[in-house]
């Protein structure tokens, strides 16, 4: 129901969020539940003909730079999912995820006091590599001290990143903890992004992770040839690795 | 010119209590909604959005809710309307959302695109609903929505034909 609730407000794509815990018990890795087993056919998307996407998405809850392994091991269910997205504790683990992590989404936590600054260079590293930074709305919509840590947070992450590579998402567990695209970015307003910005978060910011989710996916090894350019009307030389998948996909 | 210059906020209210909906009346929504403000942005942002605040137009069928407030506070109201949980009345809690559809200079723009959104609305319920005579009511009402003026205001009528 919180799927149809979305729909019927506006939203265009949705991600359904499996969180790995690293603190319990060793958990494995399940496939995702695939869409098609949620709903026989998919409504149309408000205003267009095109049918709603429903994405997969994992994250990880990492307090250890050992937990990173995960990512790196070969097995077969993470690459089943279409954004990965990572939620680190401490300083360190930050700016592994930004600088080396092979992820799309780093997690900002907004339930609490931030134990670690924010320090540009990690940040300016990430928003090079395509990364984007996710805050979430549904606590500050709950409770009033969550509401104070996530605007705080909020805004000491605006100040270093200039309101680049911003998402906001929901975390909702119930249909009535959801809100509707417009008034997300009215929240956008009160994190300090000013109102473009804000839009974007919402909409061109999301698409661009999953995009480079897509690309995280089908890009694992790249093979370029370099024409020696002989005549002017070559085009295809010389294209860097990166530009090229993003090109196929 | 010197004249206040106003904004109107269109909402929806949406919510999972049918009974909700009968309970939507023009007071309970002005007091959920400034109590959001208060929460939000203190004594402050209630004093600046309470100017010119008022509930302009309220359907409890559908509920749609026009909301005006000033030129110069209407964001300090538009990021607050997220906040609003439930709506109270006569000793009993409603959870809802409100969602914002569209934020207008005066009454007429908010009007224009309310028709055109309840023209989706009824699209997206013909495509749902397959009972034969619901479809034809749907598609009647599809075909006769216009926009008329009041005979007090102008004499001539604006027709927004509804033809697909």
Known sequence: NILT????????????????????????????????????????????????????RLTLVVS?????????????????????????????????????????????NVTE??????????????????????????????????????????????????GKNIVISSAAERPLELRGPYDVANLGLLFGLSEGEAKAAVSTNCRATVLHGETRKSACGVVYTVKKPRKVEEEETAVPACKKAKTQA | MVRFK???????????????????EDRTLGLAVRDAIARVHGDYGLACCSI????????????????????????LLCSALPFVRYL????????????????????????????????TQLLRLLQNHTNEEERQCIQKSLLSCSLTEEQSQSGDEEEDDGTE
Do not use: W
């Open chain 1, 113 to 162: 006091k931030l134990p670690f600054y924010f320090r540009r260079p990690p940040v300016n590293m990430a928003i090079d590599r395509g990364i984007y930074f996710e805050l979430l709305y549904t606590p500050a919509i709950k409770d009033s001290t969550m509401r104070r840590y996530t605007i705080s947070n909020a805004i000491s992450l605006m100040q270093i990143c200039k």
């Open chain 2, 88 to 119: 109270e009345s006569r000793a009993q809690r409603y959870p809802c959302f409100l969602n914002t559809l569209h934020v207008g200079g005066t009454i007429r723009t908010c009007q224009k695109f309310l028709i055109q959104y309840n023209r």
């Open chain 1, 64 to 108: 250890d730079p050992s937990h990173c392994n995960l990512l790196r091991s070969t097995s077969a269910n993470i690459r089943l999912y279409d954004i990965i997205a990572v939620f680190p504790k401490t300083e360190k683990l930050f700016h592994i995820a930004c600088t080396t992590l092979d992820v799309d989404l780093v997690c900002i």
């Open chain 1, 5 to 56: 609730v979305c729909f019927s407000v506006g939203y265009s794509a949705v991600a359904l969020n499996h969180v790995i815990d690293f603190k319990e018990k060793k958990q494995e890795i399940i496939k995702p539940i695939s869409p098609s087993e949620l709903f026989p056919s998919l409504p149309i998307v408000q205003g267009t003909s095109k049918r709603i996407k429903v994405l997969t």
């Open chain 2, 52 to 75: 010119s605040f008022t509930v302009k137009y309220l359907n409890a069928y559908t509920g749609t809710v026009l909301l005006r407030c000033r030129k110069d506070s209407y964001r």
């Open chain 2, 6 to 24: 106003n904004r109107y906020v269109l909402c929806e209210v949406v919510s999972e209590d049918p009974r909700c909906r009968q309970c939507i």
